[in-house]
Structure formats: structure tokens, C-alpha cells
């Protein structure tokens, strides 16, 4: 039996793979690339999602066009306070005397016609007789006040507009509405939570051993951990953590041009950051920063900054604050990058390719798996000409050149932090070793993500068991193999770490029902899960720059004497905060489809509308599960409601 009726057939076009777009920005990057976008991929033409982008799009207008507004109305006090400086001294000025009688009795005339008070308003003779009208009439009776107050109002707004301020960043939002992280950004607790709910969850792992690459002292932890705690029975308990950004190493830092003729540099750094569980039994533990090194290796100019104890000087505040944010500067670089571009958008552009080349839509699998691969083409395509192109929005927001950075999509894609076949979701919360919620029981992704890996599994295995009763008939599906053959080769998909490999045969195949399963479950769980997980708290996170910038623009500092200016001499300009906000509003606005939803007439085999049924039914308890634990965890988190779910990489 078919899973969809087969007149809905697929296009007959043999689909190709192309360099040609990533070859343009460095011929060594080599990843295919669709050759075109075809008509059943363009979700643009889908009314829901051109709807909702449009809508985006016009919030973003209308927020400009207001930001402008009230930076004019700055701009225009500040050109009136001076013209009314000039003003006064020109009045002041013997040898104007003459073409002021003449233009204010010409001003007189005017009035005189215009309006009855003005009709007995002498003519004057000289200028003296001028100024002192000036100084006791109506119009202009405290002068001298009027004065003081424009130089004290031009003082004032010189001191303000002389330097950035988090108020600044703040006034970007003036249509669209500021995120609420932007009352939070300085707080540890909420550093903390955005390493286990954030805009990116997916680099905590926990410290089996301590690093010599990262020397922090039982002094300096207990100064923040307390003396009934240490190192060592932290390390014993598994209440270690560490963000390490090592991989940023192979971004080179690039240039922002800021007018003609003038670069300034921007700066990448790979910290590493220490956190500690509470110790203690209670569930609602919390994870806390303890210290933060800017680079890799240790050295006097590269310290180790420790959170402030309630003690500390002022000058130590703001360089735990720069070392937090330089932390938040890499996070942005890897979630974009590796988590976002490259484990999402990347890994399953070949996917997509393969299975519109190999899988007709009457196939099986080629039915479960289009609505999933929706879109992914067209975005891709969108995003190589509009916004991780030369010169485009990601070349002129993010830390490194493009080509840096892309090669390193490319490895997110490939095999970095982890190749396809140990990508599965509790294969790698173990290897990070965050799978266990009694040593790190505040850990929202983990918790929530596991719920839809499972319920997306169980409805993967039920449906494909429909179609393939044992191995053999796996092992035996031209369609299937041809597929996965496709993906892994040179001149197609270039995948590597996917497949089944015995001794005697490298060839990568798919040989059991078993692996089927896990490789379709991935699949689906990549292209909507993993990419909703990093692409819709972009709005939340990444739209405020102070929070996430993704360039820095000075070098880390080098002690924990620092000030404010220090601070904001490191975050982009607000020009650069005003680019960030677009681009990642629109990416983290724009919803089209649902997890679970394939639509009333996709599949008409009863027994696989049966099985959807209960697909769809856990979904909805899963969003209740999640809801109920909203109300008691310690850090919120609604990412991951399934109805917040796309089916696929369409945006």
C-alpha cells in the first residue's frame, strides 16, 4: 500500500548539485549548493509564509522610520539650539546693525498684515532701539535665560551623545518590542541560564577534569562558590561545566568599513567559561558563572577573570562584565556558524537534494520526509544571495571574514561537534555529558528536546515498519539505497559519517530497518526541532546587541581594572546594532507550518493516519508537560512548545 496517493507525483527534473555558490566568496570551499531553487521549494509562494514575512518586514520599516523620527528630533534641536547661539551673537555685532533694522522692519510689515497684535509694534531707527524691543517684548522677554538654558541643553546633549549607552541600544526599539533580556543582560544568573535555554544550548558540557590550559585556584572558586565547596568535590559531584570556544580559532578576524577609505578592525576571541552547580539535593540548583578566560592559552596578558564577590571594586565589575560579553561574542560567532547555518541549513540542504533526486513522492520514505525538506532549498538560495554574501548583512555583523567563517559552516555541516551518525540527540547530550538531570538539573533544552526526539522516533519507527518488515527489506529497496549512495557521493552530497560500513564492504549503505529509523528520526528532528532551537530566540537574544553581539571591537582585557568605556568600547557600533536587529528579527519572527501537521488529504493509507493521530496527540501533551514545567523550573523556556515548531528549515 502506498502512504500517499500516487498521482501526486514528484518532479521529473533530475535535480543537480552546484558549487558555484560558495565558490564565488573562496574556491577552497567546497559544498553542494542546489543549482536552482524549483517551484514546489519556493515557500515564498505559500501565502502563510509570504504573509508573515511581509508582516516582519513592515514592523522593521515602521521601527526604522520611527528610530529616524526621534534621531531627527535630536538632530533638529541640537541644529536650533545652535542657530539660536548664532543668532544672538549676529545681533550682538555692530557692523550687522543695518541688515538688522532692515530685515526686522521688513518682519513688521509682514506681521502687520498678518496679524492684529503685531499692528502697533513700532518701526524702529537704529539697532539699539532694536535690541532693547528685543529684550522687553513678548516674544523675546527673558533672552538672557533663553540663552543659559539652549548653552546648558547643548552641554547636556554633548555629554550624552559623546559616548554609547545600553539606553542607546535600547532606543533601536521603537516599533518592534525590546526583548526582555535587555533589563537582564549584565545579571550572572541570566548569563548562566542562556548556556541551558539561550539562543544557542547546545556547547555546555561538563568538566570530567580539570584543564591546564585553564589554571583557576580553590582560592579563586571559593571566592565565589563558598568555603564548604572546592574543586575537587565539585569535580567528584559532576557539578563542573565549562563553554569551551576553541574552534573559533579558525575564524579569521575581518574589517568593518565605516565610510569610504576607513576600516576598523573587529575581534574573535575563543574563551573558556567555568560554571558550578549548586551543590546540595534540591532540584532547582542553580548554575553559576565562576570564571572566564578570554583565550586559550593562559598567560599574564590573558588572566583569569573571577565573578565578583560583593567586595569588589567597581573597575573589577566591568571587567567581569567585558569577559561575560567576550563569551556572548563567541556563543553569537558558534551559533550562527556551527549551530545554526552549518548543523542545520547546511546538513540538510544534501538531504533535501537526495531525496527530491532518489525518493519519489509515492516512495515511502519520499512522502515522510517532503513535508520536512519544504523550503530548505529556497532559504538556502535566499541566504547565499542576500545574506551570507560579500558585503551582505552576516559579512558586516559577525567577527571574521566571510570566507573564515563559512569553511567553518562547512565543518558544522560536516562533522563539527559531532558527524551524522553521533548526532543523535541522546548520543550527544551524553558525550557532553549533560544527560544526567541530577548533576545538572536545570537544563531546559535537554528536558524539553528529549520529549519531541522520542515522540518523533516512535511515530518514525511505527510508520516506517508499515512498509519494511525486517532488514532484508531495507537492504533490498533500490529507491533507498540509491538515496543514501547519493549523499555520500563525491560528485553529490559529499556526507561523510552517515551510512552503515561493515569490514568486508566500506561502502556506506543503510542495512538494517534499526538504522533507518534513527538516520529518518535525525533527519526530521534536524530539520525542525534543531533548527528551531537556535533560529526563533534570535528575536529574543540576538535582536538586542548588547546581549549577543556578534563582533567585538577591541582587544579582551588584559586586567580587572576596566570602566565603562572600556565596556562599551568593545560592543559594535549602534549603526552595526541596528543590522544585527534585522537580520535576526525577520529570522526569528517568521513561523510557516507545524511540527505533526502534514495536512487532512497528505496521507490517505488509514493505518498511517492512525499512527499520525498519536503523533500528533503526544505532541499536544508534550506541550502541556512543557507548560507545566514553565510554572516550576528555575529557567523558563517555550522555544521548543511543539506548536512553536516549523516542520522544516524554511526560514
Not at 556563543?331 to 538531504?351: C, K, T, V, W
Not at 538516520?519 to 530566540?537: K, R
Request: with cysteine; aromatic share 10%.
Amino acid at each position: 500500500m502506498t502512504a500517499i496517493p500516487p498521482q501526486i507525483a514528484s518532479p521529473g527534473k533530475e535535480y543537480e548539485y552546484t558549487y558555484e555558490a560558495f565558490t564565488k566568496v573562496n574556491p577552497n570551499l567546497k559544498y553542494p549548493m542546489a543549482a536552482y531553487v524549483f517551484f514546489e521549494d519556493n515557500s515564498l509562494t505559500k501565502p502563510k509564509w509570504a504573509n508573515a514575512a511581509a508582516y516582519a518586514l513592515l514592523q522593521l520599516r515602521s521601527n526604522q522610520a520611527m528610530y529616524d523620527v526621534v534621531i531627527n528630533q535630536e538632530r533638529c534641536s541640537t541644529l536650533k539650539f545652535i542657530l539660536d547661539i548664532r543668532f544672538l551673537t549676529f545681533l550682538s555685532n555692530p557692523k550687522n546693525s543695518e541688515l538688522i533694522k532692515k530685515i526686522y522692519n521688513f518682519l513688521i510689515r509682514i506681521l502687520r498684515f498678518t496679524s492684529n497684535p503685531f499692528r502697533q509694534i513700532p518701526k524702529v531707527e537704529n539697532t539699539q532701539q532694536t535690541a532693547d524691543y528685543l529684550a522687553n517684548s513678548i516674544i523675546e522677554k527673558n533672552i538672557t535665560e533663553k540663552v543659559k538654558t539652549i548653552q546648558e541643553k547643548e552641554t547636556q546633549f554633548h555629554k550624552v551623545t559623546s559616548r554609547l549607552s545600553l539606553k542607546k541600544y535600547q532606543n533601536l526599539f521603537q516599533i518592534i518590542d525590546l526583548p526582555s533580556i535587555a533589563s537582564y543582560t549584565q545579571e550572572d544568573r541570566v548569563f548562566a541560564s542562556q548556556r541551558v535555554a539561550g539562543a544557542n544550548p547546545l556547547v555546555i558540557e561538563r568538566l570530567p577534569a580539570l584543564l591546564e590550559k585553564f589554571p583557576i585556584t580553590d582560592v579563586d572558586y571559593q571566592s565565589v562558590m563558598g568555603s564548604s565547596d572546592s574543586l575537587q568535590k565539585a569535580l567528584e559531584e559532576k557539578r563542573l561545566y565549562i563553554t569551551d570556544y576553541k574552534v573559533l580559532k579558525e575564524i579569521k578576524p575581518g574589517e568593518i568599513e565605516i565610510k569610504k577609505g576607513y576600516k576598523v578592525q573587529k575581534y574573535i576571541y575563543q574563551p573558556i567559561a567555568l560554571f558550578a552547580v549548586e551543590p546540595g539535593d534540591y532540584p532547582n540548583r542553580r548554575l553559576v558563572p565562576v570564571a572566564i578566560q578570554c583565550y586559550q592559552e593562559p598567560s599574564p596578558e590573558n588572566p583569569i577573570f573571577i565573578a565578583p564577590s560583593l567586595n569588589a571594586s567597581s573597575s573589577e565589575r566591568w571587567a567581569w562584565q567585558m569577559a561575560k560579553l567576550i563569551v556572548q561574542i563567541a556563543d553569537g560567532n558558534y551559533h550562527e556558524f556551527i549551530s545554526h547555518l552549518g548543523g542545520a541549513h547546511l546538513r540538510m540542504e544534501p538531504i533535501a537534494i537526495a531525496t527530491y533526486r532518489k525518493l519519489p513522492l509515492e516512495h515511502p520514505l519520499g512522502a515522510l520526509l517532503r513535508p520536512h525538506i519544504e523550503g530548505t532549498l529556497y532559504i538556502n538560495d535566499a541566504a547565499v544571495k542576500g545574506l551570507v554574501n560579500p558585503g551582505g548583512t552576516v559579512d558586516r555583523v559577525a567577527s571574521g571574514t566571510l570566507e573564515s567563517s563559512l569553511l567553518l559552516s562547512i565543518k558544522g555541516a560536516k562533522e563539527y561537534p559531532f558527524p551524522f551518525n553521533e548526532s543523535f540527540l541522546p548520543m550527544t547530550l551524553k558525550s557532553r555529558g549533560v544527560d544526567d538531570p541530577h548533576s545538572l538539573p536545570d537544563y531546559p533544552y535537554r528536558d524539553d528536546a528529549l520529549l519531541i526526539w522520542y515522540a518523533i522516533h516512535d511515530w518514525v519507527s511505527s510508520y516506517l515498519k508499515l512498509f519494511y518488515g525486517d532488514d532484508g527489506a531495507v537492504q533490498n529497496n533500490q529507491e533507498i539505497q540509491e538515496w543514501i549512495k547519493d549523499l555520500t557521493a563525491p560528485n553529490g552530497g559529499q556526507m561523510t559519517g552517515i551510512g552503515e560500513i561493515i569490514n568486508d564492504d566500506p561502502t556506506p549503505q543503510i542495512r538494517t530497518l534499526a538504522y533507518l529509523i534513527e538516520a529518518v528520526t535525525l533527519i526530521i528532528f534536524t530539520g525542525s526541532v534543531s533548527h528551531a532551537t537556535v533560529n526563533f530566540p534570535q528575536s529574543s537574544f540576538l535582536t538586542y546587541m548588547p546581549n549577543m553581539p556578534l563582533a567585538g571591537y577591541r582587544k579582551a582585557p588584559e586586567t580587572n581594572i576596566q570602566n565603562e568605556a572600556d565596556y562599551f568600547a568593545l560592543l559594535p557600533s549602534l549603526s552595526q546594532a541596528e543590522t544585527q536587529m534585522n537580520m535576526t528579527y525577520v529570522l526569528g519572527s517568521v513561523y510557516y507550518t507545524q511540527l505533526g501537521d502534514y495536512g487532512n488529504s497528505y496521507f490517505t493509507d488509514s493505518r498511517v493516519v492512525k499512527l499520525l493521530q498519536e503523533f500528533q496527540e503526544k505532541l499536544r501533551t508534550i506541550e502541556l508537560e512543557i507548560n507545566a514545567r514553565n510554572e516550576v523550573r528555575f529557567t523558563h523556556y517555550t522555544t521548543l512548545l511543539p506548536s512553536k515548531i516549523p516542520q522544516s528549515t524554511n526560514i
